[in-house]
């Protein structure tokens, strides 16, 4: 096949008003509905089922068994219209689901750029996902969960309702989620979640400075690994933190967290904290 032409697979099944533009390739026995618009270049391998009110981007890859676009699973969904909407060179694995919005959580779940879903992740309704993020095998979001840019979710591990995950975070496997974590921190574990300290081999990976690494550390060590208060850490962070998209992140992130912050701190990190 050339770049502008589209492969369908004679076993695939593809509604007549379905919308797939230039260089889509649709594998073997996959279904698609007659609501869905895929973008230039994307691939289905196969056994791919893409239903329901779903836009997906340019250049994206779906692994087989991959379902996008389903009922949310909310017993008080109705069938209403509502919707998925993915953006470009995201790439799902295997047995990935990804729910549509509700009407009371606003209609739609959504996903950035340049994501990588690994094997049976699950993206439920009304989620927000960023952009540049990585989901580890079985990593599990509920409805209206935000995960921020370049935030990683660790194998096996769950996300509660409502939760928000800022950007750079790293959550480790098999933890469980049902507070905020602020960004640029590591999370691992459940009963409790406990704080790792500054997710600073990932900010070294994605080109932080030692200085900008530096002024995280210190904000956090406000926020977390004093004897402030939340309202006495920001004063402090504004006052000794120079102006900055990271002081200005956490800033914004801490005032606006609606259900706390993961703030448990590993008992040895809390002893050698620097």
């Given at each position: ?5 589209v ?7 593809v509604?007549p ?27 289905l ?7 329901g ?48 919005g509700t ?58 309702q ?50 900008k ?62």
């Open positions: 096949m050339t770049a502008d032409e492969s369908i697979h004679p076993t695939a099944v509604h008003q379905a919308q797939l533009d230039a260089g889509v390739f649709v594998g073997p026995y996959c279904v698609i509905g007659p609501e869905v618009t895929i973008g230039k270049g994307t691939c391998e196969a056994n791919v089922h893409i239903v009110w779903t836009t997906i981007g340019e250049e994206c890859r779906f692994s087989p068994y991959s379902s996008i676009g389903t009922e949310p699973q909310d017993l008080a969904y109705k069938g209403e219209k509502t919707f998925v909407k993915i953006g470009h060179r995201n790439i799902f694995r295997e047995f990935i689901t990804v729910n549509r009407p009371k959580g606003g209609g739609l779940t959504t996903i950035g750029d340049d994501n990588y879903f690994m094997a049976y992740s699950h993206i439920a309704h009304d989620c927000q996902v960023g952009s540049h993020t990585v989901f580890i095998n079985g990593a599990t979001l509920a409805g209206h969960v935000r995960i921020d840019d370049y935030a990683t979710v660790g194998a096996f591990s769950a996300v509660h409502f939760c928000r995950v800022g950007k750079y975070a790293f959550i480790g496997g098999y933890s469980v989620i049902t507070q905020d974590v602020c960004p640029y921190l590591r999370v691992a574990g459940s009963r409790p979640t406990l704080l790792y300290g500054v997710n600073a081999i990932g900010l070294r990976r994605h080109g932080f400075s030692r200085e690494i530096r002024n995280v550390k210190m904000m956090i060590k406000f926020l977390f690994y004093s004897e402030l208060n939340t309202s006495q850490a920001l004063e402090r962070i504004k006052q000794e933190v120079e102006p900055g998209p990271e002081r200005e992140e956490i800033l914004t992130f801490v005032q606006n967290s609606k259900r706390g912050l993961v703030k448990k701190v590993a008992e040895r990190w809390a002893e050698n904290w620097e």
